[in-house]
């Protein structure tokens, strides 16, 4: 059966899945879990975090597979669900300080001085101004589908990435100046 339902489209996998069918939806989240990766790691910048928060919004999208629309795509509606689980690791603060101090020092040199300052900018920002500049940005959608992920319209998904970028720009040029 597992061959089979390679050849189905996202719906009938979804009503499958719905149905109680594990295989099915592990279908519907395979080809999302890449992206899924990185935006957590882009938000939660901590990799064991990130497949942590990935699982767990797994199992919630299987809990709450009913929540979603016949007619709606997959990837939007678990990403939203996974942007609310990163969020969630945020507020919580369960990231280690240390750790994340030590992995920055054994990261390699091009690392610590280009992506690492981003990173501790998009730190900076708040949760949803960092979530829009990931789903642009690292996993590069399109403003339709950061809309639908966000429950907005596209002209303001592009609004607040555009605002997102403004507030960052300030936090990596002092950054700069203090270099």
């Known amino acids: 059966m597992g061959q089979m339902l390679f050849d189905r489209s996202e719906s009938e996998l979804i009503g499958l899945a719905r149905k109680g069918d594990g295989a099915a939806f592990a279908e519907l989240i395979r080809p999302h879990y890449a992206a899924a990766f990185r935006m957590a790691y882009g938000m939660l910048h901590d990799s064991q975090e990130a497949e942590d928060a990935v699982q767990d919004a797994a199992f919630t999208a299987w809990k709450k597979l009913g929540n979603l629309h016949a007619e709606s795509p997959m990837r939007p509606w678990f990403l939203a669900i996974l942007a ?3 969020r969630y690791v945020s ?3 369960s990231r280690s300080v240390v ?12 690392d610590i001085a280009a ?3 981003l990173r501790r900018a998009l730190g900076r920002l708040g949760h949803d101004e960092r979530l829009v500049l990931v789903l642009r940005y690292y996993l590069d959608m399109p403003y ?3 809309a639908g992920t966000l429950g907005v319209t596209p002209k303001a998904a592009r609004t607040r990435v555009e605002r997102a970028v403004h507030r960052l720009r300030p936090i990596l ?3 700069e100046a203090l270099i």
């Open 144 to 146: 339709e589908e950061i």
């Open 173 to 175: 040029q002092v950054r």
């Open 84 to 86: 609310n689980r990163c």
């Open 115 to 117: 992506g690492l300052d």
């Open 91 to 93: 507020k919580t603060g």
């Open 99 to 110: 750790s994340a101090e030590i992995r920055e020092v054994q990261a390699p040199a091009i």
